[in-house]
């Protein structure tokens, strides 16, 4: 039932709801090719069904139940950073963000993660919910940023990570009043990076009729280290960042067009649309293996299922499937590693590859470790 416009919320909520419908009726979908019917039917991917398959042994990984929505592989120390407590941004305020980590070994006699300490006195973790997460190393020193997906402190933030200790030190916020949903961060240098902003809309009822008409009004920032600046406008749903190995191409999912786009990173940070790949399923993280530029990705491969899982952040009984494709950077062909219906990890968000360790990342869940035992065909 709608509520009457009474006041301007409940206009603006009746107006977007009408919205939704008229676009239902309409037809307008893929340039009126297709019924509305058949388009709302592929959007929430209605047609699709999972089937459970692993490259190898999988186990959880113990220390996180509160989701690791995102992962950041520090090479050069061996360690993942996980980014929990993403529930807390979907009004499940029993759970609190935070931030862990978890040593990677050639041969791991434990999976367990640890809670990494977080210091500073401007700080209010309170209000942080952690989602993507970028690095930087140089000189033995840490940099790890960190999208804050609060509805009431829309920021990245920066800290410096001493691994001796296993603390991070918070050094600064980066805040825009553009920032409204901002999704993934990747870093391009020191205290420069792009961020996706996912639409235009909060979340909310109205950001879920913006999705729902597929309208491209999400965007891609630029933090140059002073101040923040529009790089991309009319984006569909940007949502997964990251970057190769040399720093010279920029990867960005789209999680309705259910694609990556490929752009070249200029010297003057501009960027140069190259190519697009498609996924024919939702894109949610991506990783860069550094040694053959392969590209992994976590993906929703049935989006009605994840919206249904961000309405009920604290019901373990609504489960979500889980993917993810891995496409070899130098014949191109993808291939699909893992997938699973939601019953062991529920919502794959996050992926992480190193020397045959793979890492998935949940919403809301768990963290899932997997042995990949024929990497060349995977």
Not at 71 to 80: D, S, Y
Not at 257 to 276: C, G
Not at 340 to 363: E, Q
Request: proline share 3%; hydrophobic share 40%; net charge neutral.
């Amino acid at each position: 039932m709608l509520r009457p416009p009474n006041s301007l919320s409940g206009m603006l909520h009746r107006l977007a709801v009408e919205g939704v419908l008229r676009f239902l009726v309409s037809g307008q979908c893929y340039g009126g090719n297709i019924s509305s019917a058949t388009c709302f039917r592929l959007m929430l991917d209605l047609n699709k069904r999972v089937y459970n398959h692993t490259p190898g042994p999988c186990r959880i990984v113990t220390g996180i139940t509160d989701g690791a929505a995102g992962l950041e592989l520090v090479r050069e120390v061996g360690i993942v950073i996980i980014s929990t407590g993403l529930a807390n941004a979907y009004g499940n305020e029993t759970v609190r963000g935070g931030l862990a980590m978890i040593q990677l070994e050639k041969e791991m006699a434990k999976h367990e993660t640890k809670p990494v300490k977080i210091e500073g006195e401007k700080f209010d973790q309170n209000k942080f919910a952690p989602l993507g997460i970028s690095s930087y190393y140089s000189k033995g020193r840490i940099l790890v940023y960190v999208v804050n997906s609060h509805p009431e402190r829309q920021c990245v933030e920066i800290f410096t990570y001493h691994k001796d200790k296993n603390v991070l030190f918070h050094r600064k916020s980066v805040c825009d009043a553009r920032f409204t949903s901002i999704y993934d961060v990747v870093v391009v240098s020191a205290d420069r990076f792009f961020i996706s902003n996912l639409a235009y809309m909060s979340r909310g009822k109205l950001q879920t009729a913006e999705l729902v008409m597929q309208s491209s009004f999400g965007a891609l920032y630029f933090f140059d280290g002073r101040t923040v600046s529009l790089h991309e406008s009319r984006l569909s749903t940007p949502s997964a960042l990251a970057i190769d190995r040399k720093r010279k191409l920029i990867f960005v999912g789209s999680l309705l067009n259910e694609n990556v786009r490929v752009y070249a990173l200029e010297k003057d940070y501009s960027l140069t649309f190259r190519t697009q790949i498609s996924l024919l399923s939702s894109p949610a993280g991506i990783h860069i293996e550094e040694e053959n530029g392969d590209i992994w990705i976590a993906l929703h491969p049935v989006l009605h299922q994840a919206y249904l899982v961000t309405l009920y952040p604290n019901d373990e009984k609504v489960r979500s499937s889980s993917q993810v494709l891995r496409e070899d950077g130098v014949s191109w062909v993808i291939t699909e590693p893992y997938a699973n219906d939601g019953a062991t990890i529920s919502a794959s968000n996050a992926v992480v590859y190193d020397k045959d360790h793979l890492l998935i990342g949940s919403m809301f869940g768990r963290l899932l470790h997997c042995d990949v035992l024929n990497p060349s065909i995977t």
